[in-house]
Protein backbone atom coordinates (compact mmCIF):
# COMPACT_ATOMS: atom_id res chain seq x y z
CA UNK A 1 0.00 0.00 0.00
CA UNK A 2 1.37 3.58 -1.19
CA UNK A 3 2.33 5.27 2.33
CA UNK A 4 0.35 8.07 2.09
CA UNK A 5 -3.10 5.42 1.47
CA UNK A 6 -1.69 4.35 4.86
CA UNK A 7 -1.41 7.53 6.88
CA UNK A 8 -4.52 8.50 5.43
CA UNK A 9 -5.70 5.07 7.29
CA UNK A 10 -3.87 5.86 9.90
CA UNK A 11 -4.73 9.55 10.70
CA UNK A 12 -8.53 8.90 10.08
CA UNK A 13 -8.06 5.42 13.03
CA UNK A 14 -6.76 8.11 14.93
CA UNK A 15 -9.52 10.78 14.84
CA UNK A 16 -12.23 7.90 15.14
CA UNK A 17 -10.46 7.03 18.24
CA UNK A 18 -10.42 10.73 19.35
CA UNK A 19 -14.20 11.19 18.86
CA UNK A 20 -14.94 7.75 20.54
CA UNK A 21 -13.10 8.65 23.43
CA UNK A 22 -14.72 12.03 23.88
CA UNK A 23 -18.18 10.14 23.94
CA UNK A 24 -17.37 8.48 26.84
CA UNK A 25 -18.35 5.04 27.57
CA UNK A 26 -19.53 3.67 24.30
CA UNK A 27 -17.91 2.76 20.81
CA UNK A 28 -15.11 0.83 21.54
CA UNK A 29 -15.23 -2.51 21.01
CA UNK A 30 -16.43 -5.21 18.23
CA UNK A 31 -20.01 -3.78 18.90
CA UNK A 32 -19.35 -0.67 16.62
CA UNK A 33 -18.24 -0.47 12.85
CA UNK A 34 -17.63 2.25 10.58
CA UNK A 35 -20.18 2.13 7.90
CA UNK A 36 -20.24 4.59 4.41
CA UNK A 37 -17.52 6.60 3.40
CA UNK A 38 -16.87 10.15 3.64
CA UNK A 39 -19.21 10.78 0.42
CA UNK A 40 -22.54 10.88 3.00
CA UNK A 41 -22.79 14.45 2.82
CA UNK A 42 -27.29 14.49 3.06
CA UNK A 43 -26.88 12.42 6.23
CA UNK A 44 -26.13 14.56 9.24
CA UNK A 45 -29.32 17.21 8.52
CA UNK A 46 -31.55 14.67 9.87
CA UNK A 47 -32.91 15.36 13.41
CA UNK A 48 -33.97 19.00 13.87
CA UNK A 49 -37.22 19.05 12.47
CA UNK A 50 -38.66 16.14 14.37
CA UNK A 51 -38.65 17.49 17.85
CA UNK A 52 -42.30 17.86 18.03
CA UNK A 53 -43.50 14.48 16.52
CA UNK A 54 -45.08 13.21 19.79
CA UNK A 55 -47.38 11.15 18.55
CA UNK A 56 -44.77 7.94 18.83
CA UNK A 57 -44.44 8.45 22.54
CA UNK A 58 -47.77 10.11 23.97
CA UNK A 59 -50.18 8.56 25.98
CA UNK A 60 -48.79 4.40 25.30
CA UNK A 61 -47.62 3.48 28.90
CA UNK A 62 -49.14 0.39 27.90
CA UNK A 63 -47.37 -3.01 27.86
CA UNK A 64 -45.50 -3.93 24.87
CA UNK A 65 -47.53 -6.31 22.81
CA UNK A 66 -46.49 -9.17 20.68
CA UNK A 67 -43.15 -9.45 18.87
CA UNK A 68 -42.64 -6.62 17.49
CA UNK A 69 -38.72 -5.81 17.70
CA UNK A 70 -39.61 -1.74 18.23
CA UNK A 71 -42.53 -2.60 20.85
CA UNK A 72 -41.64 -0.56 23.77
CA UNK A 73 -43.00 0.12 27.51
CA UNK A 74 -42.70 2.92 29.35
CA UNK A 75 -41.00 2.65 32.65
CA UNK A 76 -41.31 5.77 34.15
CA UNK A 77 -41.36 9.83 34.01
CA UNK A 78 -40.86 12.37 35.89
CA UNK A 79 -40.42 16.16 36.38
CA UNK A 80 -36.98 18.07 36.46
CA UNK A 81 -37.73 21.72 36.68
CA UNK A 82 -39.08 22.85 33.41
CA UNK A 83 -38.41 19.28 32.56
CA UNK A 84 -39.98 16.53 31.80
CA UNK A 85 -38.45 12.81 30.64
CA UNK A 86 -39.61 9.73 29.88
CA UNK A 87 -37.82 6.40 30.43
CA UNK A 88 -39.18 4.04 27.85
CA UNK A 89 -37.68 0.57 26.99
CA UNK A 90 -37.71 -1.87 24.07
CA UNK A 91 -35.54 -5.10 22.99
CA UNK A 92 -31.53 -4.27 22.35
CA UNK A 93 -31.75 -2.49 18.48
CA UNK A 94 -28.91 -1.64 16.19
CA UNK A 95 -28.62 2.16 15.79
CA UNK A 96 -26.09 4.70 13.80
CA UNK A 97 -24.85 7.69 15.16
CA UNK A 98 -23.00 10.71 13.38
CA UNK A 99 -19.58 11.05 13.96
CA UNK A 100 -17.64 13.50 11.82
CA UNK A 101 -19.19 12.89 7.85
CA UNK A 102 -19.67 9.42 9.06
CA UNK A 103 -22.25 7.50 10.49
CA UNK A 104 -21.00 4.54 12.98
CA UNK A 105 -23.45 1.44 13.68
CA UNK A 106 -23.64 0.42 17.07
CA UNK A 107 -24.80 -3.14 17.30
CA UNK A 108 -26.04 -4.77 20.74
CA UNK A 109 -22.97 -6.03 22.58
CA UNK A 110 -23.06 -9.34 24.39
CA UNK A 111 -25.49 -9.41 27.47
CA UNK A 112 -27.28 -6.26 26.45
CA UNK A 113 -31.23 -7.06 26.93
CA UNK A 114 -32.35 -3.46 26.52
CA UNK A 115 -32.78 -0.21 24.45
CA UNK A 116 -33.49 2.74 26.80
CA UNK A 117 -35.42 5.77 25.20
CA UNK A 118 -35.17 8.92 26.96
CA UNK A 119 -37.72 11.45 25.72
CA UNK A 120 -36.91 15.15 27.07
CA UNK A 121 -39.94 17.41 26.34
CA UNK A 122 -40.54 20.67 28.08
CA UNK A 123 -42.81 20.68 30.78
CA UNK A 124 -45.69 22.76 30.16
CA UNK A 125 -45.81 22.54 26.14
CA UNK A 126 -44.88 18.87 25.87
CA UNK A 127 -42.27 20.08 23.02
CA UNK A 128 -39.50 17.65 22.76
CA UNK A 129 -35.85 19.23 23.38
CA UNK A 130 -33.12 17.91 20.87
CA UNK A 131 -29.42 18.85 21.43
CA UNK A 132 -29.43 18.34 25.01
CA UNK A 133 -26.64 16.32 26.64
CA UNK A 134 -28.30 13.43 28.97
CA UNK A 135 -26.00 10.98 31.50
CA UNK A 136 -27.90 7.93 32.56
CA UNK A 137 -27.31 6.05 35.66
CA UNK A 138 -29.23 2.89 36.26
CA UNK A 139 -28.85 2.23 39.97
CA UNK A 140 -30.03 -1.92 41.55
CA UNK A 141 -31.50 -1.51 45.00
CA UNK A 142 -28.11 -2.38 46.73
CA UNK A 143 -26.71 1.19 44.91
CA UNK A 144 -24.54 -0.85 42.59
CA UNK A 145 -24.45 0.65 39.13
CA UNK A 146 -25.17 -1.58 36.17
CA UNK A 147 -25.28 0.98 33.42
CA UNK A 148 -23.53 4.31 33.41
CA UNK A 149 -22.78 6.37 30.29
CA UNK A 150 -24.08 9.04 28.17
CA UNK A 151 -26.82 8.74 26.08
CA UNK A 152 -27.05 9.18 22.33
CA UNK A 153 -29.86 11.51 20.65
CA UNK A 154 -31.28 9.16 17.82
CA UNK A 155 -34.75 9.14 16.26
CA UNK A 156 -36.82 5.77 14.36
CA UNK A 157 -39.38 5.51 12.70
CA UNK A 158 -42.60 6.78 14.31
CA UNK A 159 -40.32 7.39 17.36
CA UNK A 160 -39.47 11.09 17.81
CA UNK A 161 -36.37 12.55 18.98
CA UNK A 162 -35.03 10.38 21.74
CA UNK A 163 -31.71 10.02 23.66
CA UNK A 164 -30.97 6.23 24.43
CA UNK A 165 -28.30 3.12 24.06
CA UNK A 166 -28.45 -0.37 24.85
CA UNK A 167 -27.75 -1.53 28.01
CA UNK A 168 -27.33 -4.67 30.33
CA UNK A 169 -29.99 -4.90 33.21
CA UNK A 170 -28.97 -8.21 34.53
CA UNK A 171 -32.21 -9.19 36.64
CA UNK A 172 -35.34 -8.70 37.46
CA UNK A 173 -35.76 -6.39 39.97
CA UNK A 174 -35.88 -2.28 41.34
CA UNK A 175 -33.96 -0.11 40.24
CA UNK A 176 -33.63 3.86 39.94
CA UNK A 177 -32.65 5.63 36.64
CA UNK A 178 -30.34 8.61 37.50
CA UNK A 179 -30.28 11.47 34.99
CA UNK A 180 -28.25 14.29 34.70
CA UNK A 181 -29.47 16.60 31.93
CA UNK A 182 -27.89 19.40 29.91
CA UNK A 183 -29.35 22.47 28.50
CA UNK A 184 -30.75 21.94 24.54
CA UNK A 185 -28.68 23.73 22.70
CA UNK A 186 -30.98 24.34 19.90
CA UNK A 187 -31.68 28.13 18.94
CA UNK A 188 -34.67 29.64 20.41
CA UNK A 189 -37.41 31.65 19.96
CA UNK A 190 -37.47 34.64 22.65
CA UNK A 191 -40.20 33.01 24.81
CA UNK A 192 -38.46 30.16 25.35
CA UNK A 193 -34.82 32.06 25.95
CA UNK A 194 -34.79 31.47 29.20
CA UNK A 195 -35.89 27.78 29.71
CA UNK A 196 -33.91 24.01 30.25
CA UNK A 197 -30.55 26.75 31.00
CA UNK A 198 -29.92 24.74 34.23
CA UNK A 199 -28.05 21.78 34.40
CA UNK A 200 -30.62 19.69 36.20
CA UNK A 201 -30.56 15.87 38.19
CA UNK A 202 -33.04 13.46 37.99
CA UNK A 203 -34.32 9.90 39.41
CA UNK A 204 -36.81 7.59 37.57
CA UNK A 205 -37.45 4.28 40.37
CA UNK A 206 -38.62 1.62 37.74
CA UNK A 207 -39.49 -1.83 37.78
CA UNK A 208 -37.52 -4.55 35.42
CA UNK A 209 -39.17 -7.50 34.54
CA UNK A 210 -36.31 -9.23 33.30
CA UNK A 211 -36.49 -8.78 29.77
CA UNK A 212 -38.16 -6.11 27.13
CA UNK A 213 -40.76 -8.08 25.99
CU1 LIG B 1 -33.17 4.74 20.48
Redesign the pocket.
Known amino acids: MPSSATARRVSTTAAFLVLAAGLGACGDDAGTSVEGSGSATTTAATGGHDGHAGSGHGGSDTTATGGDAHAMTRLGETTAGDRKVELDVSAP?T?AVSEGERFVRHAPRKGENA?V?LVLTDAQSGDRLPDASITLRIVDAAGKVVASGPQ?P?T?LG?GI?Y?DNVAIPKAGKYVAQLVIGPPRIGRHSDVVDRWNETVRASIPFTWKGSAR
Do not use: R
Request: proline content about 0%; hydrophobic content about 50%.
Open positions: VFHMYMGMHG
